[in-house]
């Protein structure tokens, strides 16, 4: 299943020459991906990952086109690595290709980057389609993976609705968001409110999954935007 990005999307890019990096711990799995691009006239791969240290190298070092990741590495989650891509090559496409199929899991990778997602416990993957498919403009999708969206959007409009569509912070996140409004460093704001660094960044994540957000200065005007804070 393919899903259309929209106008407001980038325009349809050509898939030749497509420099891919190929992100997955299971040594089989990943060598039938290279195996698939490799006999593809249309891409090549650029970097083949087991973990996600690996992974995060491998966007720093190549200029790519797209990031197809499993997100249960060894040593974190992929949706760490569409992370970084979005910030070091925002023109890039992802795509997760992953046995994972709960409503969080499949909303932090969208919300993080991801245009593309397929389960490996569906119908066999039809790599090539599915990276010609994201490459012009759609995103694949498994049923599964639709079925999540489609509620999300449901929840979504019935909390614009009734006038809840506006995210609820906890406290401590709300003192996180005036720290990050206000230009603190996550060690400033653990000291001024007697926490440990290491809970800053699970606060800040937090925020910006709430707010739909992937930096600082986004989570300051949507923030600003909706009224959480004020100015």
């Not at 490459?135 to 969206?149: E, F, K, N, Q």
């Amino acid at each position: 299943m393919t899903i259309s990005r929209g106008e407001d999307e980038p325009a349809k890019r050509s898939v030749s020459g497509c420099r891919i990096i190929v992100s997955e711990d299971d040594d089989a799995v990943r060598e039938r991906f290279v195996h698939l691009i490799a006999e593809w006239d249309g891409g090549e791969v650029v970097a083949e990952c087991a973990t996600l240290l690996e992974t995060m190298a491998a966007i720093r070092t190549h200029e790519i086109d797209l990031l197809i990741t499993d997100l249960n590495l060894p040593d974190g989650n992929g949706i760490e690595a569409i992370g970084a891509l979005r910030a070091l090559q925002p023109a890039a496409e992802a795509m997760v290709i992953s046995v994972l199929a709960d409503d969080r899991t499949v909303l932090d990778s969208i919300e993080a980057g991801a245009s593309g997602y397929l389960l490996k416990d569906a119908d066999p993957v039809d790599l090539v389609d599915a990276i010609n498919d994201l490459m012009a403009g759609r995103s694949p999708i498994s049923s599964r993976i639709a079925r999540v969206l489609v509620k999300r959007l449901a929840e979504r409009a019935e909390r614009s609705a009734t006038g809840e569509d506006t995210p609820k912070m906890t406290p401590r996140e709300m003192d996180i968001l005036w720290g990050i409004a206000k230009g603190f460093t996550s060690d400033e704001m653990a000291s001024s409110l007697g926490i440990s660094r290491q809970t800053v960044p699970v606060h800040i994540r937090n925020i910006y999954r709430k707010l739909q957000v992937s930096n600082r200065s986004e989570a300051v005007f949507e923030a600003t935007r909706q009224g959480i804070i004020r100015l």
